[in-house]
């Protein structure tokens, strides 16, 4: 049920911010949930990449692990 849940919340995490860095890249000023950062666009693309590469990790890590556990096919 873990890997199950963690699979859910990597593919949020991929989903959101990668919606976040097509807007950033349209937008240059509309930095989304990463406004509070003070490093300007290219600080905010940067993250929002880094986190959209931490989701598709961690979504594929709880679908491997999930696998392993006879729980996948």
Avoid: E, N
Avoid at 43 to 59: D, N
């Amino acid at each position: 049920m873990k890997y199950d849940i963690l699979q859910i919340v990597g593919a949020v995490v991929m989903v959101v911010f990668a919606q976040g860095a097509i807007r950033l890249l349209i937008d240059h000023d509309d930095t989304g949930l990463l406004g509070g950062l003070d490093g300007g666009f290219g600080l905010a693309l940067a993250v929002h990449l880094v986190l959209v590469a931490v989701g598709v990790l961690l979504t594929g890590w709880s679908h491997t692990r999930a696998k392993a556990l006879g729980r996948r096919t």
